[in-house]
């Protein structure tokens, strides 16, 4: 009985984490998108060339 408490415990953890990290990310791409729209031409012409270099740089890994 002692053991389905840990993990019930550990389950609960694990998706309390990964709730954290979703919840994180969503309000990372919130923050891109409104600063997207706020940017100046160059400024997004730089943001997408980033973005480029870096897909490639992990695609290639």
Do not use: D, F, W
């Amino acid at each position: 009985m002692q053991s389905l408490g840990i993990r019930y415990l550990h389950a609960t953890e694990t998706l309390t984490k990964r709730l954290s990290v979703l919840v994180a990310l969503s309000y990372l791409r919130y923050s891109l998108l409104v600063l997207e729209k706020q940017a100046k031409p160059y400024e997004k012409a730089q943001a997408l060339t980033l973005t480029l270099c870096k897909n490639t740089y992990t695609k290639s890994i």
